[in-house]
């Protein structure tokens, strides 16, 4: 029985080559590009929350809309 070596696969092999060429990319950029990215990570989560709260209050209004619709069918004859 022949033991196949899984990074031998050429998948593998690209996926490898791509993640170190990424972080020797990132070890050498400048490090103030990580102040970019938590400000825009801010600014992500704020848009979120303001997402959720206009989302929140337009299900809101909605629900009670819904809930304000007379279903009461009238009956005729008793």
């Not at 993640?19 to 825009?40: F, H, T």
């Amino acid at each position: 029985m022949t033991h196949l070596n899984p990074m031998a696969h050429p998948t593998a092999q690209y996926l490898v080559l791509f993640m170190s060429s990424r972080l020797e990319r990132l070890r050498r950029e400048d490090s103030s590009l990580g102040a970019s990215a938590i400000e825009l990570a801010i600014i992500t989560a704020v848009l979120a929350a303001i997402a959720i709260a206009i989302g929140t209050i337009v299900f809101n209004k909605i629900n009670n809309a819904a809930n304000n619709i007379n279903t009461n069918v009238p009956t005729f004859g008793t």
